[in-house]
């Protein structure tokens, strides 16, 4: 079992920045992968960012040199840094973990947190 919990979300400005966190605990024998998703009312999870336990990355084309995913050495707290906001990156957004294929598909994820809101006004 692992529990993750988010923080750090908030308002901001078209082109501004923010920092989400989340905080790991739990099973800490395992390699999962990490990931972040988002997700807009009426709408599935959109897969942002993951890292894999080798530490490799992939990103949606949409925060594509954007957003930076990064975790600390004990792995114990993923981050977010999301910079160069712009409105459509409203969402809430969700820490993942899984044992699963490290990809952006929500399905391959057995963990979420409560997820933490952003809103990016123009």
């Known amino acids: 079992q692992v529990h993750l919990m988010e923080s750090g979300g908030g308002s901001a400005q078209t082109g501004g920045s923010l920092t989400l966190s989340c905080a790991a605990s739990?099973?800490?024998?395992?390699?999962?992968?990490m990931a972040w998703f988002r997700q807009v009312p009426g709408k599935g999870r959109e897969g942002v960012a993951f890292i894999n336990p080798n530490g490799g990355t992939g990103y949606a084309a949409s925060v594509l040199g954007r957003f930076t995913i990064s975790q600390d050495n004990a792995k114990t707290t993923l981050y977010l840094q999301m910079n160069s906001l712009k409105p459509e990156d409203t969402a809430m957004y969700y820490c993942?973990?899984?044992?699963?294929?490290?990809?952006?598909?929500?399905?391959?994820?057995?963990?979420w947190g409560q997820g933490t809101q952003v809103t990016v006004s123009s």
């Open positions: 993942a973990a899984g044992t699963g294929g490290c990809v952006n598909r929500a399905d391959e994820y057995d963990y």
């Open positions: 739990g099973d800490r024998d395992s390699a999962y992968c």
